[in-house]
Each structure stands twice: as C-alpha cells, then as structure tokens.
C-alpha cells in the first residue's frame, strides 16, 4: 500500500512538472506586439526565461532520482536554451534601439592664420543603464556585459547644404561614448561656413543627421575680417572697392568701429553698405546675425607722389574695432602698425594691397587745321602733343597721310619721352608739287605712343590745305588794259552824246 501511494505521489509531481512545461511552452510562444513595444517584450522574454530555466533544474533534479528520461531532460533544455536566446535577443533589440547620440555644442573657432575649425561635443543621451534596470529589474552578468551605458563605435562627418563633407578629417571616429561622459572632437573647416550637417553613424549601424548653426568662440571678443579681393592694381585717379566679411567671435561686445591703419593720407577712403552708397563707421552684430558684409572703398590722387608711387606695393590693414579700444586707432595717426602688434592689441584685422597703376593719355593740339598755298610752296602746322594721364608715355610717333606726290618733314620726328603733365610742340611742313591742281586737300596725322608697355593712340587730327591756282602776269596787264580801254569808250560814248 505504501509503494503504491509512493507511485501515485511521484506521478503526480511528473504530471505537475510536465504541465508547467507545456504551459511555459505555450507561453513562449511570440507576440507580434513585442515588436512594437519592445521593453514588454524584453520584459515577457525575461520571465519566459527565468520559468525555462526553473524548469531545468526541476528537471535535472528528477533525471538524478531516475524519475524522467534522457530524453525529458534534452526536451527541458532545449525548451531553456530557446527562451534564453529569445531573453538575449530582446535584451539585444531594447539596447541597440534606445541607442541615441546628440551634439550639445559645436562651436567654431578662428585660427591666428585666419582658417576655421569646429568643436563638437557630442554625448550618449540614451538613458543609462540604471534606468533599464529600474523600469526591467534586470540584474545580471549578461546585461553588465553588454554595456548599455556606452555606444561603440561613433562615427561622425560634416556635410555642407549639397552633400559634400567639408571637413578635415574628412570623418572621425569615437571607439565608446559612455553615458554622462561627453566628448569633443574638432575638425578643420574646407569651407566657411556658418551652419552644417553632422552626420553620424554609429552602434549597430544607427544613423542620425543633425543640421546645426555653429556658434562663435566667444574667448575672443573680435570680429575677424576678411577680404577676397585683398590685393588690386588701380589706375591713378580711379577708385576701388574692397568687400569686407565680417564675422563676430564675442561674447562681450557687439558692436564695433571700423578703422584703416597704414594707408597713406592722400588716398580717399570711407566705409559703405555692400551693394549700396550708404557710409558707415560702425557696425553691430546681434544673435540671429554674427556675420555682416561691407566695402571699402578708395580712391587713388590724380597724380604720383613719394607716399604713392606707381608700381610700388602699399600695404594696409582694415580694423574691426572693439569700443574699449577704439581710441588707439585715430584716422589722423600717422603710426605705422604691424600685425604683432595688431595681435597684440587684440583687434580683428585683414592686411590688404593697393598697387598704384598710371595710363599715359596722349593729346594732340593744332591751333589750325585750315590753311592756303600755293603749288609747290610750304605749309607749316604746329602741333603741341600733351601728356594728360597719370603714367609717362614713350616713343610718341607721327604718321602722316598725305595725297600722292606730296612730301612732309616732322621736326622733331620721334619724343622719346613725354613726363604726366608735360607738352611738346612739333612742327610738320607739307609740301604741294608744283603741277598740283587747285583744289582743296585733306592731310590726316596720327599719333600713338606707349605707356607702361601698352599701346596708346591719340585722336587724329586732319588739316584742310588748299591750293590756289598759278596767275600770269601777261594775262593780268590785258585785263586792265580792256577794263581802262572800256571805260574810255564808255566816257566818249557820252560825250557825243551830250553833243548832239
């Protein structure tokens, strides 16, 4: 009786553990919603877990007593190693998901050598691995060993409005980015910009992008100038306009002059709106607008001097002024600033270069262009030829076009120099032939020159000549001989007349 009681207990336990094992079977069976909220399924897959593996050791326990078979107990654990693997893959899932990188700061910094460099700080905002095992109340070696608070693997790049990484490294990788732990990477700008696109690519191969207004560095407090047409050649007596961009790296001011430094004193100059006539000597900066354009314009003095010479380089700075420091750059000081000692004063500044040009501008004068000879005498014209530009002219020569069988003589031929300002009287003979016909005739003189090994022409001049015809004496003595003879008839004619 007793053995048959030991029978019926010990059957009734197998049925008890085979049940709870069917029934946990049963429950591991997938939920299409654990796709859709994975921290309820992480957290059914772990209980599934934790029944399988009771179930185990239950299991093994009565495979010792001999009360289940071999084949019981590989059906128990393949039932435990499947709800494991299903527990690791959710575990999996939930980390890799709520895997999320953020920059805090990007901020761009000016070199001394005028290029750009960005900082970005970047940190893991996924939520930490406390919170996991507060909301899952998971506390295992497994989930230690996975490492929720770190994301391996970060890799980031700046991208410009088309695409195009601008920046050097052209990416840049971060092995772990803990939690609570940031960290800061720089780049070197290719292209200045004031936004860009961060990239990222990190962990399992989650990807981000993020488009950003950079901050300045407000460590400074200056503005950085700069110039892309920074060196030009003007011509004497003409203007230019340098564009100027201005980007503020303060946190202290935000408005500031506009000063020029080392540019002589007879050069024009004054500040002015880009695009427009509108002057200015200040400008101020706010939030939404760090950077500002503008112009300088300058206007070169008619003729050289020895503060402007032609062909002789001037160097010169244009300041951007912080108020506290405004007294130091006077537009009447005549000192003389390098760029340490610009730096030094902690000023934003960009070296420019005027190079002075001069035209040689040639001008021929004749006080007449109408004269009257004869056949086969002179005529002599004068002509005062006058250098009205900024730039001396060489080798002035003169070229006559006369009707055939004419001759000419240029006195002087050739001037081989002509300084600014200076005139020189040329006197051209022209000569008939003695057979020419009456008549009136055009001569035209041309003149050209070079000025700075450029050609230069004057406006032709054309002269009338015109030629009267030869007179004989004979023929003359005979027309006054009719006209007396005439008259004479004319008075006898009235005396008979008065007779009758």
């Known amino acids: 009786m007793t053995s048959l009681i030991r029978i019926l207990v010990l059957a009734i336990v197998v049925f008890a553990f085979a049940a709870g094992d069917i029934c946990s079977q049963s429950n591991a069976a997938f939920n299409q919603r654990d796709d859709q909220y994975r921290l309820l399924g992480l957290k059914r897959a772990r209980e599934l877990f934790e029944s399988a593996r009771s179930n185990y050791e239950r299991q093994e326990e009565l495979f010792e007593k001999g009360h289940i078979s071999t084949r019981e107990l590989e059906q128990s654990r393949e039932r435990y190693a499947d709800a494991e693997v299903n527990y690791h893959q959710s575990l999996l899932a939930v980390l890799f998901e709520r895997q999320y990188i953020s920059v805090s700061k990007a901020v761009k910094i000016r070199e ?5 460099r960005v900082r970005l700080t970047l940190v893991n905002a996924s939520g930490g691995g406390e919170e996991y095992q507060k909301l899952l109340g998971i506390d295992d070696q497994l989930f230690r060993s996975l490492q ?20 050097q490294p052209y990416e840049a990788k971060i092995a772990q980015l803990r939690h609570g ?24 191969g989650s990807t981000r992008s993020m488009k950003i207004f950079l901050q300045k560095d407000a460590s400074e407090n200056r503005v950085a100038v700069q110039s892309d047409r920074f060196s030009q050649e003007v011509d004497l007596g003409k203007s230019t306009v340098y564009d100027l961009n201005l980007e503020l790296f303060s946190g202290q001011d935000n408005t500031f002059s ?3 430094v080392n540019l002589p004193v007879q050069i024009g100059r004054f500040f002015k709106v880009a695009g427009g006539n509108t002057r200015l000597s200040r400008v101020k900066f706010t939030e939404s607008s760090r950077t500002k354009r503008a112009e300088l314009e300058v206007t070169l003095p008619d003729r050289p001097s020895d503060q402007v010479a032609m062909d002789q ?11 506290d420091k405004a007294g130091l750059f006077s537009q009447d000081s005549e000192r003389e600033w390098t760029a340490e000692e610009l730096e030094q004063a902690g000023v934003g500044y960009a070296r420019l270069e005027l190079l002075p040009r001069g035209t040689g501008e040639l001008s021929v004068r004749s006080p007449q262009l109408l004269h009257t000879t004869e056949p086969g005498e002179t005529v002599i014209m004068s002509m005062e030829v006058f ?11 003169f070229q006559v076009d006369l009707p055939p069988n004419w001759t000419r003589e240029i006195s002087p031929e050739r001037i081989g120099l002509l300084e600014i300002g200076k005139d020189q009287r040329v006197l051209l003979s022209i000569t008939p032939p003695a057979d020419v016909s009456p008549g009136k005739y055009q001569v035209r003189v041309r003149t050209t020159a070079t000025s700075g090994n450029q050609p230069v022409k004057a406006d032709d001049k054309t002269a009338t000549i015109e030629v009267r015809g030869s007179s004989s004496v004979f023929g003359t003595i005979i027309v006054v001989l009719l006209i007396v003879g005439l008259v004479a008839g004319i008075v006898v004619w009235g005396v008979r007349l008065s007779r009758r």
Request: no cysteine; proline share 7%; aromatic share 6%.
């Open 148 to 167: 929720p608070d770190v994301t391996h693997n970060v890799y980031v790049s700046l991208l410009n409005d088309e695409g195009a990484i601008i920046s």
């Open 112 to 116: 001394a050598d005028g290029s750009k």
């Open 387 to 397: 250098n009205e530009g900024s730039r001396r002219l060489d080798n002035v020569e």
């Open 258 to 260: 506009l000063a020029v």
């Open 313 to 323: 380089p001037i160097t010169f700075y244009v300041l951007a002024v912080p108020p």
């Open 181 to 204: 732990e940031p960290q800061s990477i720089e780049f070197r700008l290719l292209q200045d910009v004031d936004d860009v696109t961060v990239s990222m690519v990190y962990g399992s």
